[in-house]
Nanobody
């Protein structure tokens, strides 16, 4: 499984960005795809996830209502639309995938087997 994340950049507070994660190497219909982020000196934290099979989505409380995760099955690509960005959203964002997650594990980064390279999001105040 290969994951390729893109779309990071520098944006002012209140702005928007859309991250993409292109997946290849498997059929992803049974996978859970997640976005995590890691700020300098901080532990990697859960942002959002989506189950391909049901399109069920999950969000961290800190981004609920501002971020939207979605998937395009035809393109094997997952998106993270980030609106109303805040300086505290600044981090390296990673996409991840796993085929065997139970719901209680979705928010735990150590449970994901496959990771893309990170993409840096910087939000200026």
């Amino acid at each position: 499984v290969q994951l390729q994340a893109s779309g990071g950049g520098l944006v002012q507070a209140g702005g928007s960005l859309r991250l993409s994660c292109a997946a290849s190497g498997r059929t992803f219909s049974r996978y859970t795809m997640g976005w995590f982020r890691q700020a300098p000196g901080e532990e990697r934290e859960f942002v959002a996830a989506i189950r391909w099979s049901s399109s069920t989505t999950y969000y961290a409380d800190s981004v609920k209502g501002r971020f939207t995760i979605s998937g395009d099955n035809a393109k094997n690509t997952v998106y993270l639309q980030m609106n109303s960005l805040k300086p505290e959203d600044t981090a390296v964002y990673y996409c991840a995938a796993d085929s065997r997650l139970i719901i209680s594990a979705i928010r735990r980064y150590k449970e994901y087997d496959y990771w893309g390279q990170g993409t840096l999001v910087t939000v200026s105040s």
